[in-house]
């Protein structure tokens, strides 16, 4: 595994509801002990039930444009990633977050924590543009969610988990297009990229924490693994 590891971190693990303090916790302690192990970390943050609440309110009050929407949730994440910076102080993390993937990237300190880039792009499509920028073949993309499946597993009791998929096979289960607010376990726009530069995606549930500390030790854990 390289040592310069990239995680989409879910807003939904971060802010569901309320600030999740457990899930932060546990999270920190598992990044600074692996960061012992000789690791770097690249966490790109999502914007979580903040974003939501803000884009529902805009619209509430008049309408806006697909843009407009997209900054809301663009500066929603900015925020996320600098209070995970915060939580690990700065000892570990770089001071300036990641706002423009493209750019040469400074990654002296052991974690480096990044947002949203511009309207038309996710977090995801970002850790897939951080990801070819250095070069990296995988990405970690934590959320509430176990498993890709064929269908809703909210909406029907019979969808199937899939542990492994194609970028194709997984592309025809998501829709064509991204906009704000969109819900899949990873964005159309991202897909199509992470495809492209046979980038491989690792779909898992952050909760509970050693889903992720079993992955990153090479042991056996629940999640999908999208590749070509």
Do not use: C
Request: negative net charge; without cysteine; proline residues 5%.
């Amino acid at each position: 595994m390289s040592k310069t590891i990239i995680i989409s971190l879910g807003g939904s693990l971060i802010v569901p509801e309320e600030i999740d303090v457990d899930f932060l916790r546990g999270f920190r302690e598992l990044i600074l002990a692996e960061i012992d192990k000789g690791k770097k970390f690249i966490i790109i943050t999502g914007g979580g039930k903040i974003a939501r609440n803000y884009l529902e309110a805009a619209e509430v009050v008049r309408s806006f444009t697909k843009d407009e929407l997209d900054w809301l949730g663009i500066y929603s994440t900015r925020f996320n990633a600098h209070f995970v910076r915060l939580l690990f102080g700065d000892e570990y993390t770089q001071t300036e977050i990641i706002t423009d993937p493209l750019l040469a990237l400074n990654l002296q300190k052991p974690i480096t924590l990044g947002g949203g880039y511009k309207p038309g792009n996710s977090t995801d499509h970002v850790a897939v543009l951080i990801a070819k920028n250095i070069g990296a073949k995988t990405i970690i993309n934590l959320s509430n969610t176990d498993y890709v499946y064929d269908s809703d597993p909210k909406t029907n009791p019979n969808a199937q988990k899939i542990e492994q998929i194609s970028w194709a096979e997984y592309r025809e289960l998501i829709p064509k297009e991204w906009n704000p607010g969109l819900n899949t376990p990873f964005d159309p726009i991202a897909s199509e990229l992470a495809g492209k530069e046979g980038i491989k995606v690792v779909i898992m549930n952050g909760k509970p924490i050693d889903n992720l500390a079993k992955y990153l030790n090479d042991e056996k854990f629940f999640g999908t693994i999208i590749a070509n």
